[in-house]
């Protein structure tokens, strides 16, 4: 029987793998940096990530982010990001309370310091300048 | 039936889910499950991510037969 619970004992070489698989997408990634970044303990609501995710794009200040823009970007944190995460064992969520943290476990901050870019999105909007103005 | 055109923004994924909730007459979020649980919603999109002339990817999800035309739009029918 496969069950979520079952997950944290998954070995290495799969924790890897489903860890690789996970990162190759940007809206992953940035959960992931935001949910690395937080010092509070207690999970963040779903609702506070996709706002905090809007933000992160335009560089903005959280509070300048509207319900609905937030509201748009959680359909697809519920339908796709948030499930594959939880899969990967790399995050705690709380589906029906809507919430997620990083999941408490050694290795899971471990890996994802040193693997995550400090901050993508100015670190991609420099590679397009660049690309722009150079040859 | 209902059929939602796919405009360049909504990836396939996502249009699934709205013709699915538009056919539940609920919000998206409101599906369960979520449908990662049912098909890669990566590698539906990854699919779809260029221009195809032929193709359907058919699925099952929350009692509805969901297809996806090679033009990106999504059929949503009640199963059975």
């Known amino acids: 029987m496969d069950t979520e619970s079952a997950r944290p004992e998954m070995d290495e070489a799969e924790f890897l793998e489903r860890l690789t698989e996970t990162l190759s997408d940007p809206e992953r990634r940035s959960i992931l940096r935001v949910l690395l970044d937080r010092s509070a303990a207690r999970p963040l609501p779903v609702e506070r990530l996709a706002t905090k995710l809007v933000a992160r794009d335009r560089d903005a200040a959280p509070g300048t982010v509207t319900d609905e823009q937030a509201d748009s970007r959680r359909t697809m944190l519920y339908h796709c990001h948030l499930p594959k995460l939880h899969r990967a064992a790399v995050i705690d969520w709380d589906r029906t309370g809507e919430r997620v943290s990083l999941a408490d476990r050694p290795r899971v901050r471990d890996a994802l310091s040193a693997l995550l870019p400090d901050s993508e999105s100015h670190r991609s909007a420099t590679d397009r300048k660049w690309g722009s103005s150079s040859s | ?80």
Do not use: I
């Open chain 2, 1 to 80: 039936m209902t059929e939602v055109p796919s405009p360049d923004r909504l990836e396939p994924s996502q249009a699934v889910v709205e013709a699915v909730a538009t056919a539940e007459d609920v919000s998206p979020r409101e599906l369960s499950p979520p449908l990662a649980y049912v098909v890669d919603p990566d590698a539906l999109d990854s699919l779809f991510d260029r221009p195809r002339t032929d193709g359907v990817v058919r699925f099952r999800y929350c009692g509805y037969t969901v297809s996806v035309l090679a033009s990106g739009s999504v059929d949503v029918r009640t199963a059975g």
